[in-house]
């Protein structure tokens, strides 16, 4: 293993992409002969996470990372940012299972198994009805095909993202979940309810989100409407 970190993983490589990418497959495949009577119990240690900063995006840094998307990644960010979906949620979303009409989509893989239903802003129904295609897969690669069953890290949409990333000159380490950050903090800025987004956003605990409370300076609600297509507050609108 420790050669094998060597050879795949970067020097600085953090606690999560250690385990993402080197401790969680090891352990699989030694669970599974196990199972089969080939060897102990794997007893791997997990490199604990240091609580760091969550990072978000504000409506202007999404707006010019929206600029500098290409025309297939456009709609997807969109979509992540319109409902904290995460990436793997909106890659195996069907067209069956979106209703345009109504505003609303089904997410059936989810990361804790349960069905969940997400809300639509305007600006994610617009953008959804300018696409294309209405059959299969929501969303497709340049070449029109569904993106690959891989994992949910951004693997399948990586070369467009860094592009995009790079063109915009926002933070490097913006990844696709930070969408799914960003969604949250705009949540809770707009509502001010963790048992709502907690629901709303699929997660197992209100503990979970508590983190987005205050998370985003203040200033921005009107921005975040303006975004989403919603309709701003009488005070807002002042």
């Known amino acids: 293993m420790t050669r094998l970190r060597r050879a795949i993983l970067r020097p600085n490589s953090g606690p999560s992409t250690v385990t993402r990418n ?29 609580h760091g900063r969550t990072l978000l995006m504000v409506p202007a840094e999404t707006e010019q990372l929206l600029a500098s998307a290409g025309p297939h990644l456009r709609p ?17 979303l069907d067209w069956r299972d979106v209703d345009l009409t109504g505003a609303r989509a089904i997410f059936w893989k989810t990361k804790n198994g349960k069905r969940r239903n997400a809300i639509l802003p305007t600006r994610v129904v617009v953008a959804l009805a300018n696409l294309p295609h209405r059959d299969g897969a929501v969303f497709l690669r340049p ?9 949910g890290y951004g693997g399948q949409v ?15 380490e913006f990844t696709p ?21 907690k629901q709303e956003g699929g997660w197992s605990s209100v503990m979970l989100v508590e983190r987005y409370a205050h998370l985003l300076p203040a200033g921005h609600e009107r921005a975040i409407r303006e975004f989403l297509g919603l309709t701003m507050s009488k005070m807002e609108a002042a």
Request: with cysteine.
């Open 22 to 50: 080197l401790i969680t497959p090891l352990r699989a495949v030694l669970r599974h002969a196990h199972r089969r009577g080939w060897c102990d119990a794997p007893l791997l240690d997990t490199p604990r996470s240091p």
């Open 76 to 92: 997807l960010i969109i979509f992540l940012l319109g409902t904290g979906a995460r990436l793997s949620e909106a890659l195996y």
């Open 143 to 151: 070449d029109g095909q569904p993106y690959d069953d891989r994992d």
């Open 158 to 172: 990586k070369t467009a993202w860094k592009g995009a990333i790079r063109r915009s000159g926002l933070n490097p």
């Open 177 to 197: 979940h930070t969408c799914r950050h960003t969604w949250a903090s705009w949540h809770y800025a707009l509502h001010r309810d963790l048992l709502r987004l």
